[in-house]
């Protein structure tokens, strides 16, 4: 992905400190997408129920892992595959368990992702009274050849459809859409986008079509069945994304992402600050903090493995890992210069002990690639097509 963010002068929302973030990931898909490689699998049936034990035992776990009595809790996100593929009541189960085990924020805010197909946009309601208050919906593109392309079982009526009942039944609705697809003009686009704009959602995550390794497009991709643009051109629909979405006041405040100013996704940022998130689920990933240290933890991958693992050990983990200072400071770069409001350098200190050199930061703004005002260090537009080199180079 590539990548331009305008640069807010103000941090976003979420300026206090964080409490916990908890992460579930539901695995399973009623079909691969063949762009898709997250952990997500198709099977012919699934003991719902059992799965939603094994997720409340891993839970549990967690919970015992941390030694402050009920943290808070201010946000939770069913991730996947497709979670809405769920029932009401397992993700209620699900929410309650949390709500017992933590302290929820008087404004939790409780996400879901979503498909658009007709069959799942029937449970929102139930979503609803289940406690989400927030809805992810992964349209990715808004015309019938391009959804078919990208194999996704939707058409664009039940994507529109579907986006209108979620308007309906959430206050806080975000949209997914992939661009940067095989012979799309950056006229094209720009319409596409001016019709995603016009919904009026206050967030949209705007992904440029990466073809990954293992997957069924990158085997079309290397035989040449299609071509996707090259870097000028992604840049220049990048460069559109940014200016199409500011001037409808919903600017990137992520490579990705962008929001009214105050509806970022407070999930995501607590992870792009490096605050502390727990991942449950097969393949789930989580950092947070026990006894003053921080613990990197990853779930088995495989979901009938994980659940085999929870039953026999409380939990899937198969790495627990106390991070270093070097490479929590790495990480916390990392993820933190992804976001438009950039490092806070003297928090970044006081968190870590140390941060970049000056002479170091000189060096890269000289080479265009960071900026720093007023002690607060960003990447720039160039900086972020690079940012691993940039995090090596501070980090070094
Ligand atoms: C966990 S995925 C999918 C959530 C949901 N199952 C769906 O398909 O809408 C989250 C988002 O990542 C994006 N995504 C997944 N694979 C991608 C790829 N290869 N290139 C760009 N975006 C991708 C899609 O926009 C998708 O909505
Ligand atoms: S893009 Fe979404 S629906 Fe498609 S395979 Fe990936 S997780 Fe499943």
Redesign the pocket.
């Known amino acids: 992905m590539t990548g331009e963010a305008r640069r807010p002068e103000q941090p976003v929302a979420g300026a206090r400190p964080a409490g916990l973030a908890l992460y579930v990931h539901w695995p399973f898909?009623a079909a691969k997408?063949p762009?898709?490689?997250?952990n997500s699998h198709v099977r012919e049936e699934i003991d719902e129920q059992g799965w939603c034990d094994a997720i409340l035992r891993e839970m549990a776990h967690v919970a015992t892992l941390q030694s402050e009595a009920r943290p808070r809790l201010d946000t939770v996100f069913f991730?996947?595959?497709?979670p809405s593929l769920m029932h009401g009541q397992s993700v209620e189960r699900i929410i309650g368990c949390a709500a017992r085990l933590w302290a929820p924020a008087d404004d939790i805010e409780i996400t879901l992702?979503a498909?658009p197909a007709s069959a799942e946009a029937t449970r929102f309601a139930d979503f609803r009274a289940a406690g989400v208050n927030r809805i992810s919906l992964?349209v990715?593109a808004l015309n019938d050849a391009d959804l078919r392309f990208l194999g996704r079982l939707h058409d664009l009526a039940e994507a529109r459809a579907a986006l209108a009942l979620a308007i309906k039944t959430f206050d806080r609705v975000s949209l997914?859409?992939?661009y940067a697809r095989p012979n799309q003009s950056v006229e094209a686009w720009k319409a596409e986008l001016a019709q995603a704009l016009s919904f009026g959602t206050e967030h949209l995550?705007l992904?440029?079509?990466?073809i990954?390794p293992q997957t069924p497009f990158a085997i079309q991709h290397r035989q040449g069945a299609f071509l996707v643009p090259d870097d000028d051109r992604a840049a220049e629909l990048f460069e559109v994304t940014q200016e199409a979405t500011a001037a409808a006041g919903v600017p990137a405040y992520e490579v990705s992402n962008h929001a009214r100013p105050g509806a970022e996704a407070r999930h995501n940022l607590i992870y792009w600050r490096y605050g502390d998130y727990a991942g449950l689920g097969p393949g789930a990933h989580g950092r947070f903090t026990i006894g003053g240290k921080r613990i990197a933890t990853v779930c088995e991958r495989l979901p009938e493995r994980w659940r085999e693992r929870v039953k026999a050990k409380g939990h899937g983990f198969v790495a627990v890992d106390e991070i270093s200072r070097a490479d929590g400071a790495r990480e916390n770069l990392l993820m933190t210069l992804r976001l438009a409001e950039g490092i806070d350098l003297a928090a970044f200190r006081a968190r870590w002990g140390a941060a970049p050199g000056r002479g170091r930061i000189a060096d890269l703004a000289e080479e265009g690639l960071v900026r720093l005002e007023s002690d607060r260090l960003r990447a720039t537009p160039r900086g972020l097509l690079v940012l691993d080199a940039v995090i090596a180079a501070l980090a070094d």
């Open positions: 898909c997408c762009y898709c490689d997250f991730g996947g595959g497709t992702e498909n992964g990715q997914d859409l992939i995550s992904y440029q079509l990466t990954e």
